[in-house]
């Protein structure tokens, strides 16, 4: 069955120091692979996917992302975090079918001045 | 270009009554999906509706069903309220049917069960 793994509910880390969020997933064919944003009481929106190529996937807001076939793994980086980037992030696999999307269970970012 | 836009925002109901949520995709798009977030959880799958039907559903009850209209908007319609479905409802849109492109998320409807 599919899913997807974010190993940590809750990071803290300072203004300006760097960001890795983690998220493991599974699924038996090629999988699209996303992160979004959610702000409190917002919708979510889309920082980049992975679907083909290149594993290292550049997003909005400074936001990249590495696909892992190897070890199932799409982490989420940002070299130096802003206190805007205070939020929950999800991470996604979508079918290559196009009829199913399964989200993790979120990562609560706090950013510390 | 509006993007996804989902009624009400927020909707308070009793146990043992019905709702209806309705979406607006994003102009372009074909294709809706639901999706129910319960509070410090993730989006779960309802189902998806292309082409005026129910392509795929999540592991949901009977007790949600849903209807896409010609214009590609969308209703979701939950019977038999229990208060575990107090949930924000989210609706996104794509085209085709397929995830190549990209999910547009609407703000949400808010539903608490009483």
Redesign the interface.
Known sequence: AQS?TQPDIHITVSEGASLELRCNYSYGATP?L?W?VQSPG?????LL?Y?SGDTLVQGIKGFEAEFKRSQSSFNLRKPSVHWSDAAEY?C?V?????????????TSLTVIP | DAGVTQSPTHLIKTRGQQVTLRCSPKSGHDTVSWYQQALGQGPQFIFQYYEEEERQRGNFPDRFSGHQFPNYSSELNVNALLLGDSALYLCASTVGGTYSYEQYFGPGTRLTVT
């Open positions: 997807v699209y996303f979004y917002q919708g979510l929106q889309l996917k679907f999800f996604a979508g079918s290559n079918t196009g009829n199913q999307f399964y989200f993790g269970t979120g």
